[in-house]
């Protein structure tokens, strides 16, 4: 069982930037990615790497402002959040090891979210 720990959610204002950050126990399988949800909505798609690096998906409500990357190791990976904007605001889960496509809500291993709260 592979667990993900995340880490950097908090409050900032509109136009500000965080740096997100998770970490897995184990080596995990294809991709990470990062997923999002807000209340009352459902939990969405918003980037995903592959183990290379050299596949990455971007929502197209993040595209421009958002920077997913990992490590060396494929062990932990990183969203950038800059431009942040009030309907970021959700709590932000990471995962790992999709069944099937990178942006599909399909992974096996799933962290515990960390909140991102953007005031307007």
Not at 4 to 29: K, N, W
Not at 43 to 49: L, N
Not at 100 to 120: A, C, E, P
Request: glycine share 10%; charged share 20%.
């Amino acid at each position: 069982q592979v667990q993900l720990v995340e880490s950097g959610g908090g409050l900032v204002q509109a136009g500000g930037s965080l740096r997100l950050s998770c970490t897995a126990s184990a080596r995990t399988g294809r991709a990470m990615a990062w997923f999002r949800q807000a209340p009352g909505k459902e939990r969405e798609f918003v980037a995903a790497i592959s183990w290379s690096g050299a596949n990455i998906l971007y929502a197209d409500s993040v595209k421009g402002r958002f920077t997913i990357s990992n490590d060396n190791a494929k062990t932990s990976v990183s969203l950038q959040m800059n431009s942040l904007k009030f309907e970021d605001t959700a709590v932000y889960f990471c995962a790992a090891y999709p069944r099937k496509n990178f942006d599909d809500i399909n992974y096996l291993y799933w962290g515990q979210g960390t909140q991102v709260t953007v005031s307007s």
